[in-house]
Each structure stands twice: as C-alpha cells, then as structure tokens.
C-alpha cells in the first residue's frame, strides 16, 4: 500500500485547512487509516482514526470537536478536515494504514505517508 498525503501549509489561528491522503496498491489489505502529527522535538502522537469498512471514527482529546476525519473507499482516500486550528496544532501530519485494529497506537500502522506540514500562526 501506497499513501499520498497533501493539503499542508501555512495559516493563522482560527483558520481552517483539509489534508488529505490518497491510498493505492492492496488497498483491500486495510483495516483502518489514521492520521498522526509530529511537532518539533516531541513524539508522534495519534490525531484521529476512521475504520475503512464501517466509517466510526476516532479522536485525540486535544482535536475532538475541531478535526473531522473522514474516506471515500471509491477513491480510496481519507481526509482530516481541522477548523479553528492552534498554534499547537502545527507539525508535521502524517497518514497512516493499518491492517490490525489498534487505532491508537503508531507502532501498529503498517503503511506510512510521506507527511505534509501544517504551521499555525497566532
């Protein structure tokens, strides 16, 4: 499985912006996809997560309410859009695939994007 994420770039506080990630290859191999963030000098950690089959979807206390994660299994895509964004909200996004059903956890996502950059500005 290939993941092509995009729609990073630079806003201000309060602004909303929508990644997006398309998904190709043994796309019938996924369980569920998530997107993870990075910030500069902290650990990966789970954003949001949507089941492939069924749509339930996931969230980070610190997003919940903000971001909305959703897919097109036609297109084999799946978007995040994040309103009222923060200046904590900026790092690098990164989407994932896995092919087990643990939602939360980084280490048990077996495809990677190659990540996009999101910058808020106060």
């Known amino acids: 499985v290939q993941l092509q994420a995009s729609g990073g770039g630079l806003v201000q506080a309060g602004d909303s912006l929508r990644l997006s990630c398309a998904a190709s290859?043994?796309?019938?191999?996924?369980?569920?996809m998530g997107w993870f963030r990075q910030a500069p000098g902290k650990e990966r950690e789970f954003v949001a997560a949507?089941?492939?089959?069924?749509?339930?979807?996931y969230y980070a206390d610190s997003v919940k309410g903000r971001f909305t994660i959703s897919r097109d299994n036609a297109k084999n895509t799946v978007s995040l859009q994040m309103n009222s964004l923060k200046p904590e909200d900026t790092a690098v996004y990164y989407c994932?695939?896995?092919?087990?059903?643990?939602?939360?956890?980084?280490?048990?996502?077996?495809?990677w994007g190659q990540g996009t950059l999101v910058t808020v500005s106060s």
């Open positions: 994932a695939a896995q092919s087990s059903s643990w939602l939360y956890l980084s280490g048990m996502y077996d495809y």
């Open positions: 290859g043994r796309t019938f191999s996924i369980n569920n």
């Open positions: 949507i089941t492939w089959s069924g749509g339930r979807t």
